[in-house]
């Protein structure tokens, strides 16, 4: 399959690995680039040190194109700097202002790199394009974690008729009928984040991983309650709990604040603006300090349902396409069937055009 997408990026197929914190570890970003896709690193969960090791990790994989995702605005700089050092052929980013965005995409490009901005509003995506961005990914109201509030029928041919970039549709898409949807859209290729971790080579727990099979589209829920801005996850005892309550977490929020602090190297002021800016950039949460808080307390709960594989006392990030999810292929599997479906939807409507 030839798009915009797999010519930009060098790849044999217009798909992608969404870039997820504690998921996207190397072995699952090498075995989707090793299956022709773009295989994408999410990079906020590490240091420079550990995130210049997963990169290397991930050369020793695959000899294909791969990418690495950074969330502005998180200790960024620093991680900003070993993506360039290190020549990552694709670098997406999310969240972020102007002055932080423009000398990033300069950087990337100065070595041959592309980037990919991903945005939730039309706006976003006409800045974005300005800034530089060599693409975009759009995530629609049916994403994992953050999206606007926007659904991906309406918000897809939004954006692609606002930009020149080509677009890459997120947020629900699990099989050859999505992907075939988003190329009507508009899309060059789409986005995969729940149905590319719901895979053999995704080193997360079992109890994760059937979690995600049992699940139905009606299992999850979207609310600012657990990180302060509109996040989508699976709707457990835990989530429920949060959701009943609504009082501020102060205890919770100190502790979990010392936690994010320390892991990520940032002070209070800066992690304070990313909650902000983070809200911002989805267009829907709470707000001040309130947003802060919920930040530290959801960046504990969500580690504890991915690196402590615990689906029942953490808050897991999951998108409605888990209605769509009912095995554990190998990545292979997922693409070839992804793409095989795809064909044959194209190739009906072809038919269906010429009768
Ligand atoms: C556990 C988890 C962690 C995520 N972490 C990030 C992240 O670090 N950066 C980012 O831009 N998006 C992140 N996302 C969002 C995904 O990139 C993507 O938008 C989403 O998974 C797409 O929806 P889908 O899972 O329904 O395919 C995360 C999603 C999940 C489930």
């Known amino acids: 399959m030839k798009t915009r997408m797999t010519e930009l990026f060098g790849i044999k197929y217009p ?8 998921l996207t570890t190397p072995k699952l970003v090498a075995a989707v680039s090793n299956a022709g896709a773009l295989g994408v690193l999410a990079g906020a969960q590490y240091n420079p040190d550990s995130l210049r090791k997963a990169i290397q990790e991930i050369r020793k994989l695959t000899n294909k194109p791969f990418g690495v995702n950074l969330t502005l605005g998180i200790a960024s700089g620093p991680l ?15 969240l972020g202002r102007p002055p932080e965005i423009q000398p990033f995409i300069q950087g990337v490009h100065s070595y041959g790199g592309k980037v990919i901005g991903t945005i939730a509003l039309v ?3 006409q800045r974005s394009e300005q800034l530089g961005a060599d693409s975009l990914i759009i995530t629609g109201y049916e994403a994992a974690s953050h999206s606007g509030n926007v659904g991906a029928l309406v918000l897809v041919p939004q954006v692609v008729e606002a930009v020149k970039v080509p677009c890459i549709g997120a947020g629900g898409y699990a099989d050859g009928k999505g992907l075939a949807a988003a190329l009507a859209l508009g899309a060059e290729g789409i986005s995969m984040g729940t149905r590319l971790a719901a895979t053999k080579e995704a080193e997360v727990s079992d109890a994760i991983k059937e979690t995600w099979v049992k699940s139905t589209e009606e299992d999850t829920v979207i609310d600012p309650t657990f990180d302060g801005i509109n996040c989508r996850v699976l709707r457990n005892k835990k989530a429920e709990e949060m959701l009943k309550k ?3 977490p102060l205890f919770d929020a100190w502790s979990a604040g010392m936690m994010m602090k320390k892991e990520l190297k940032i002070d209070y002021g800066q992690l304070f603006k990313t909650a902000n800016s983070l809200r911002k950039s989805r267009g829907g949460g709470l707000k001040g300090m309130a947003s802060a808080m919920r930040f530290s307390v959801g960046g504990r709960l969500f580690r504890t349902a991915t690196v402590g594989g615990d689906p029942v006392n953490g808050i897991l990030m999951m998108g409605q396409t888990v209605g769509r999810i009912h095995d554990i292929p190998t990545v292979q599997e997922v693409i070839d069937r992804t793409v095989a479906e795809a064909k044959q939807i194209l190739s009906k409507m072809n038919r269906q055009i010429a009768d």
């Open 15 to 22: 798909i992608m690995l969404a870039g997820m914190n504690w």
């Open 123 to 125: 706006r976003h995506a």
């Open 80 to 94: 900003a700097n070993v993506v360039i050092e290190e020549k990552v052929p694709v670098v997406n980013y999310s």
């Open 246 to 248: 609504k009082s501020f």
